[in-house]
């Protein structure tokens, strides 16, 4: 596609559901990153693909957090048991290579009740 | 904790008035970037600059790089109402540092008319 598409663009889950997002990247991008964003805050790093190497890992804040690539594609973060402190939007962005500018999408704005 | 700092966290000034923003990160970077945000939702690539350049322009957008100091500015002159955004410097790593994307907290702009 032309960018990168998030789905959905907002969700409404209730307190202990478990979640799934999507990004679809720009086709041929091998670096992706996931973000998290708090109203009002900074863009907090979650999770980083490239290419085949292992992802980084090293942003998600618990355990209940979890993100998969297929190939240099689509990659889904899930969310277990949510918590009203993971209310956020999320981002996702991709780059060709891992060093140039990012395209970043639209966003899913999760809203935990 | 976050790689960019910015400075200041919030300006505003009159429309056609130049708007300046500064980053200062802590580590070896490959490059160093800005994005645009409006609405709290996907951020817009703006400008990307090496490390080995220290002054690049892009239409009403000067960026500047320091890397002795580890610092960089982002000047946008004869601002206009549109600008209106919140602003965010993102840096990419050295490759032996895992070419890592990390986001400053962002310096909201408001352009009043």
């Known amino acids: 596609g032309a960018g990168v598409s998030q789905s959905p663009s907002n969700k409404v889950t209730e307190k202990g559901k478990d979640v799934e997002l999507r990004c679809d990247p720009i086709?041929?991008?091998?670096?992706l990153y996931w973000y998290r964003q708090r109203l009002g805050q900074g863009l907090e790093f979650l999770i980083y693909?490239?290419?085949?190497?292992?992802?980084?890992k090293s942003g998600l804040p618990s355990d209940r957090f979890s993100a998969e690539r297929t190939g240099e594609s689509v990659s889904t973060l899930t969310i277990q048991r949510t918590q009203q402190e993971d209310s956020a939007v999320y981002l996702c962005?991709?780059?060709?290579?891992?060093?140039?500018?990012?395209?970043f999408g639209s966003g899913t704005r999760l809203t935990v009740v | 904790s976050q790689q960019g700092e910015e400075d200041p966290q919030a300006l505003s000034i009159q429309e056609g008035e130049n708007a300046t923003m500064n980053c200062s990160y802590k580590?070896?970077?490959?490059?160093l970037q800005w994005y645009r945000q409006n609405s709290g939702r996907g951020l817009v690539h703006l400008i990307l600059?090496?490390?080995?350049?220290r002054e690049k322009h892009s239409g009403r957008l000067r960026v500047t790089l320091d890397t002795s100091k580890k610092s960089s500015s982002l000047l946008i002159t004869a601002s206009r109402a549109a600008d209106t955004a919140s602003y965010f410097c993102?840096?990419?790593?050295?490759?032996?540092?895992?070419?890592?994307?990390?986001f400053g907290g962002g310096t909201r702009l408001m352009v009043k008319p």
């Open positions: 962005a991709s780059s060709r290579q891992g060093f140039g500018g990012y395209t």
């Open positions: 086709s041929g991008h091998t670096a």
């Open positions: 580590t070896s970077i490959n490059n």
């Open positions: 693909f490239q290419g085949n190497s292992a992802p980084d």
């Open positions: 993102a840096t990419v790593a050295s490759y032996n540092a895992g070419n890592m994307l990390t």
């Open positions: 600059i090496r490390s080995n350049e």
